[in-house]
């Protein structure tokens, strides 16, 4: 549930309120302060929080030279030949990117 600010029309006092938008765009309050009217101001910023596993999957920065975005011990293995698979992971990349 979304958290909006709230102003007072008189003193200019604002609030935060944990409230669905249905809900918000008809809430007008009392302000503890003045008595005056309070109400939601515009929504001028949002941000979007999402999981680091989600986050690690949609950032292809962080895919690792073995192929894998996940914790594995593909680094501290020291290959004397170039991976066998390595075709099929950047063909699979490239698919996943476009």
């Known amino acids: ?3 909006y600010d709230f ?10 309120v944990l409230v669905d938008y249905e809900t918000q765009k008809g ?3 009392l302000c503890v302060h003045c008595g005056g ?5 515009p929504v001028n910023m949002f941000s979007i929080i ?7 999957t949609t950032n292809r920065e962080k895919v690792k030279p073995c192929g894998h975005t ?4 593909c680094a501290s293995i020291k290959q004397t030949r170039p991976n066998p698979f390595q075709k ?8 996943t990117n476009q």
């Open 1 to 3: 549930m979304p958290i």
């Open 7 to 16: 102003f007072c029309t008189e003193c200019d006092a604002s609030y935060e």
């Open 27 to 29: 809430l007008e309050l």
């Open 37 to 41: 009217v309070v109400k939601a101001a």
């Open 50 to 56: 999402t999981s680091r596993q989600a986050e690690q």
């Open 70 to 73: 996940h914790h594995c011990r």
């Open 88 to 95: 099929q992971i950047d063909k699979a990349l490239k698919s």
